[in-house]
């Protein structure tokens, strides 16, 4: 199976196979498992049918790193509408935001200021921005990125980060998150990471997704807890339980098409869930990312392409 994830992960960056596959039909039916459609309206229709399930949503616009200055203002657009239209449709719904979409590959202060815009409207708006995390070459400047945003005053609370629990520095970091007050969503990781950075073993990133967890929930910020294991979901409900931590004070996380049955589970149980709602064309990378971490997916939507 790590072979396979790698596969998927290597097929992620083709840039033939993106091109090819993100303009035919096939591609896109394949694809609607997970992605909500090619436009904002897809995204918006989806999030109200996830809200009317009683789960909130947070809308991600595709696409990663982009290579021009006008291609970053143009995604940023998307989100500029998009949170406009959360507040005029009165969804309960925030934004996820990459930075490499922003211009980070270009200029620092290209995606910090943009970054810095979309917080301002969010705050606006009372609503949320929050910050993706991507590879590990990044994450330093998305941590600086998003502290030095949260530092403003005026915009302490409107935006919160991403956390890998395959990462070794990440219980270093979320010490730092948690002194700044930052709101986090805690995930394993899903990019392939060298093991002078990340744990090899899925039992390591598995015990430190727990470990970090229960830091998280015991402190008084609201944090989102991204994950459709069953093993990770039940130790922080038996954490939470032995410590007296209510059922609202902190969220479960999980994506668009995934274990959808889980979701509604928790929902009927008590608790806060929140649903990743990602759209646009830009949708290969993200799809071949969900391939990896399920390797099985990708005979279960053949089956269903030949159902069709
Ligand atoms: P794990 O991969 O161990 O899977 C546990 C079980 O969950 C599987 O056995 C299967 O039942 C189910 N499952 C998991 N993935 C599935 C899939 N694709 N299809 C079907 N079933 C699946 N990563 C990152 O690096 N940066 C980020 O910013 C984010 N953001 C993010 C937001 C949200 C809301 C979620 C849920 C996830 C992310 N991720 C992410 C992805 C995350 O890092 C991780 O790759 C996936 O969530 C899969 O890990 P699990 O915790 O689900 O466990």
Same mark, same amino acid.
């Given at each position: 199976?790590?072979?396979?994830?790698?596969?998927?992960?290597?097929?992620?960056?083709?840039?033939?196979?993106?091109?090819?596959?993100?303009?035919?039909?096939?591609?896109?039916?394949?694809?609607?498992?997970?992605?909500?459609?090619?436009?904002?309206?897809?995204?918006?229709?989806?999030?109200?049918?996830?809200?009317?399930?009683?789960?909130?949503?947070?809308?991600?616009?595709?696409?990663?790193?982009?290579?021009?200055?006008?291609?970053?203002?143009?995604?940023?657009?998307?989100?500029?509408?998009?949170?406009?239209?959360?507040?005029?449709?009165?969804?309960?719904?925030?934004?996820?935001?990459?930075?490499?979409?922003?211009?980070?590959?270009?200029?620092?202060?290209?995606?910090? #200021?943009? @970054?810095?815009?979309?917080?301002?409207?969010?705050? *606006?708006? %009372?609503? $949320?921005?929050?910050?993706?995390?991507? +590879? =590990?070459?990044?994450?330093?400047?998305?941590?600086?990125?998003?502290?030095?945003?949260h530092a403003k005053p005026d915009l302490r609370g409107s935006i919160g980060i991403v956390i890998?629990?395959?990462?070794?520095?990440?219980?270093?970091?979320?010490?730092?998150?948690?002194?700044?007050?930052?709101?986090?969503?805690?995930?394993?990781?899903?990019?392939?990471?060298?093991?002078?950075?990340?744990?090899?073993?899925?039992?390591?990133?598995?015990?430190?997704?727990?470990?970090?967890?229960?830091?998280?929930?015991?402190?008084?910020?609201?944090? #989102?807890? @991204?994950?459709?294991?069953?093993?990770?979901?039940? *130790?922080? %409900?038996? $954490?939470?339980?032995?410590?007296?931590? +209510? =059922?609202?004070?902190?969220?479960?996380?999980?994506?668009?098409?995934?274990?959808?049955?889980?979701?509604?589970q928790l929902v009927r149980e008590g608790y806060k869930v929140r649903v990743y709602v990602p759209?646009?064309?830009?949708?290969?990378?993200?799809?071949?990312?969900?391939?990896?971490?399920?390797?099985?997916?990708?005979?279960?939507?053949?089956?269903?392409?030949?159902?069709?």
């Amino acid at each position: 199976m790590p072979l396979l994830r790698s596969a998927f992960i290597a097929l992620s960056r083709n840039r033939l196979l993106r091109h090819l596959g993100e303009r035919s039909s096939i591609g896109i039916k394949l694809s609607s498992r997970f992605i909500a459609g090619m436009e904002i309206e897809d995204a918006l229709r989806v999030a109200e049918a996830v809200n009317h399930q009683g789960m909130s949503v947070t809308l991600d616009s595709l696409g990663e790193s982009v290579t021009s200055v006008a291609e970053a203002h143009k995604a940023a657009d998307v989100y500029h509408r998009l949170l406009d239209a959360i507040a005029e449709r009165k969804l309960d719904a925030n934004v996820s935001v990459k930075l490499t979409q922003m211009g980070l590959g270009l200029s620092r202060d290209l995606a910090e #200021g943009i @970054a810095e815009d979309l917080v301002r409207h969010a705050h *606006a708006a %009372r609503n $949320f921005v929050r910050i993706d995390m991507e +590879d =590990s070459s990044l994450t330093q400047v998305t941590l600086d990125i998003v502290r030095r945003v949260h530092a403003k005053p005026d915009l302490r609370g409107s935006i919160g980060i991403v956390i890998q629990s395959y990462l070794y520095r990440s219980e270093a970091d979320i010490e730092q998150l948690l002194a700044d007050g930052i709101r986090v969503r805690l995930c394993k990781g899903a990019y392939k990471e060298p093991p002078e950075v990340a744990f090899p073993k899925k039992a390591d990133v598995d015990a430190n997704f727990i470990r970090l967890s229960c830091f998280l929930l015991d402190g008084p910020v609201y944090h #989102g807890l @991204a994950t459709h294991d069953e093993n990770m979901i039940a *130790a922080i %409900r038996s $954490f939470a339980t032995k410590h007296g931590i +209510d =059922s609202n004070r902190f969220e479960f996380q999980m994506l668009f098409g995934v274990r959808r049955d889980l979701q509604r589970q928790l929902v009927r149980e008590g608790y806060k869930v929140r649903v990743y709602v990602p759209f646009g064309r830009e949708w290969y990378p993200y799809f071949m990312r969900r391939l990896a971490e399920r390797p099985a997916n990708v005979f279960f939507l053949a089956k269903n392409l030949l159902r069709k």
